[in-house]
């Protein structure tokens, strides 16, 4: 069997879908996209498929080796998300071609479902405690919310105020039972998020999501030591070696690798492996499309010290398209009493509608994350 076509669609809100084909007629579908730079993405794919073509899909390791080295130059969030895509669509292909789901290949489930959480609240967080009951109506046990709007370097103590009384309000809607997921986005900078960290402890977050932006990741030795609740990250890290220097100076106690961003199936499964090593939990971040979430199911379903699963079904970047939109079978990726079943069909166990997506694909696209700015006109962190 050897790979003939690589084909690839920019589907709404803010996705990008590829079907690899073979000329046995077996096929593969993932879902390879940077929120944003879907195109960009879209060209790094067709610039790869000429490792690719010609080539036998069952060797995925070799592939993705091949895919990683031979360019050179390795990493960042272009190159490692177009990989990303390409592994899922390699890891479908072969269940669909040996009839089996891709956690019997990863080495059989250790779980039967995964509990889920939803988002509420919006980029500018509002009404988060209607929508966090509202939630907890749906069967959610856990939810996300963002924790704060812009924030200045250095701004008011009053910024922290309101930051804490949004939190307060969704603890208050919800009870002590329910999980809060606290996602600051990267929007804090150290000298605010050492108060800003301690002041939520009362309300006792399940986490709290990137207080700071990747590129300061060392700075939460000095500003999340001895806190009692854990600190996840990780959406923005794109290999495991980033993942391991991370996990090497105990920084983190939930990694939260993107399957669509990190390198896919493959380089998710050694990160959940590595972090298994410092006792750190898995919460794959995924408010991406189905592809994206059956990856992310399957890596789950295999890996121990996953907890928790993200997924984007109404969250509020979805305006046009959702994700069960684009599935033949809605069913594979229901969601009841705060859990997914993990999918049984072969592959990554959904089945896209083509003709969907091809319909779809004529609307298209051009997502863009919002631009902020501070009060003195300067760029704000998104």
């Known amino acids: ?50 490792y690719l073509i010609g080539e036998d899909p069952h060797r995925i390791e070799h592939l993705w080796n091949t895919l990683y080295r031979a360019g ?38 250790v779980r039967d479902k995964m509990r889920m959480y939803a988002w509420t609240g919006g980029d500018r967080p509002s009404d988060v405690g209607v929508g966090a009951k509202a939630l907890v109506e749906q069967g959610f046990t856990a939810f996300k919310m963002n924790g704060t709007p812009e924030l200045a370097i250095v701004d008011s103590h009053a910024k922290v105020d309101e ?8 603890r208050e809607a ?21 108060a800003l960290l301690r002041e939520l402890e009362p309300y006792h977050p399940m986490f709290v999501e990137e207080p700071v932006a990747p590129e300061h990741l060392p700075s939460l030795k000095h500003i999340a030591t001895g806190l009692g609740y854990p600190i996840a990250t990780g959406e923005r890290l794109h290999t ?5 220097d991370l996990l090497a100076e105990g920084m983190v106690d939930i990694v939260q690798p993107d ?7 493959s380089e998710g499964m050694k990160i959940a492996s590595l972090a298994s090593c ?7 971040h995924c408010p991406l499309g189905p592809l994206t979430l059956a990856a992310s199911l399957h890596v789950d379903a295999v890996n ?15 305006r046009d398209n959702d994700v069960l939109d684009y599935l033949v079978d809605k069913s594979a990726l229901s969601i009841k009493d705060g859990f997914c079943e993990i999918p049984q069909g072969p592959g990554l166990g959904v089945e896209i509608d083509e003709a969907f997506v091809e319909e779809r694909a004529k609307v298209g696209h051009r997502w863009r994350n919002p631009v902020w700015t501070h009060e003195d006109g300067s760029i704000a962190e998104w």
């Not at 495991?240 to 391991?244: A, K, P, T, Y």
């Not at 410092?278 to 794959?284: C, E, N, T």
């Open 1 to 50: 069997m050897k790979i003939t076509k690589l084909k690839t669609w920019q589907v709404p809100p803010r996705w990008l879908f590829l079907k690899i084909e073979t000329d046995a007629g077996c096929y593969g579908w993932g879902e390879p996209v940077v929120e944003g730079r879907a195109a960009t993405v879209e060209a790094a794919v067709h610039e790869l498929s000429d």
């Open 174 to 194: 919800v009870g002590p039972d329910v999980g809060i997921a606290i996602d600051f986005h990267g929007r804090v900078h150290r000298p605010m998020a050492k």
């Open 259 to 265: 399957l669509s961003h990190c390198g896919g199936i």
């Open 240 to 244: 495991r070696f980033q993942f391991r």
């Open 278 to 284: 410092f006792d750190v939990a898995l919460a794959p």
């Open 304 to 318: 121990h010290n996953a907890f928790i699963q993200e997924q984007s079904m109404g969250i509020h970047y979805n």
């Open 163 to 170: 930051a804490v009384a949004r939190v307060a309000e969704a």
């Open 72 to 109: 050179f130059y390795r990493g960042g969030p272009i190159l490692m998300s177009a990989i990303a895509g390409i592994d899922q669509a390699l890891w479908d292909l072969k269940g669909r071609d040996l009839g089996v789901p891709v956690y019997q290949l990863l080495g059989g489930k």
